[in-house]
């Protein structure tokens, strides 16, 4: 089946500092991809919609400048938290979908990064 | 503004019997839902779909209903299993909007011995 590897699963950095997340299909390409975020015994709220080559579609409230996404292959994007404070701590996931409408398939999910800014 | 809810956010189910996990939606353009199942620092792993055109779709131990009217569907688990212990997502798409899905806030299901 298809596979999403996402890359780190936990990372600790200071407050300030930037943080990329990497997001891989291994065995599809992926020409979608979308990042989640899901705090506490919360739903995964949608953070943004990559499509191969061109920019990313973000949901309302979700600071564009402040959560950097490249989709620059079929197989890979990226997730760069910029600056981060606190408050962005969170777990992050990313899925992908082969197909723009996906005929109705399932995204597949990578296994998330338990991000926490001290 | 929850368009996928659900409103157990727990639950406890004896190994052997059945599970019943809920969910409602308010948005009539979704027209294909799914169930996830998540464990802990894991990303969702996909279990069952239906589509609006079906009321009921079986796969092995895992069937799903959907009641349209009632904006409604449901996940059955049976026999429940300790494996099956994890986190389940509802979640709900809308044809045309590139997979784009809307989460409900999972219902733990703890399966005991």
């Known amino acids: 089946g298809a596979v999403v590897s996402q890359h780190p699963s936990r990372v600790i950095c200071k407050s300030g500092t930037s943080v990329k997340i990497e997001c891989r299909s291994l065995d599809f390409q992926a020409t979608t991809m979308f990042w989640y975020r899901q705090f506490p015994k919360q739903s995964l709220m949608l953070m943004a919609t990559s499509n191969e080559g061109s920019k990313a579609t973000y949901e309302q409230g979700v600071e564009k400048d402040k959560f950097l996404i490249n989709h620059a292959s079929l197989t890979l994007s990226t997730l760069t938290v910029t600056s981060a404070h606190p408050e962005d701590s969170s777990f992050y996931i990313c899925s992908a979908s082969g197909d723009r409408d996906a005929d109705n398939s399932p995204l597949h999910f990578g296994n998330g990064t338990r991000l926490t800014v001290t | 503004d929850q368009q996928v809810k659900q409103n157990s956010p727990s639950l406890s189910v004896q190994e052997g019997r059945i599970s019943i996990l809920n969910c409602d939606y308010t948005?009539?353009?979704?027209?294909?839902f799914l169930w996830y199942k998540k464990y802990p620092a894991e990303g969702p792993t996909f279990l069952i779909s239906?589509?609006?055109?079906?009321d009921k779709n079986e796969d092995g131990r895992f069937t799903v209903f959907l009641n349209k009217s009632a904006k409604h569907l449901s996940l059955h688990i049976v026999p429940s299993q300790p494996g099956d212990s994890a986190v389940y997502f509802c979640?709900?798409?809308?044809?045309?909007?590139?997979?784009?899905?809307?989460f409900g806030t999972g219902t733990r299901l703890q399966v005991t011995l």
């Open positions: 979640a709900a798409r809308i044809t045309g909007t590139a997979s784009k899905l809307t």
């Open positions: 239906i589509s609006s055109i079906k």
């Open positions: 948005n009539s353009m979704f027209d294909y």
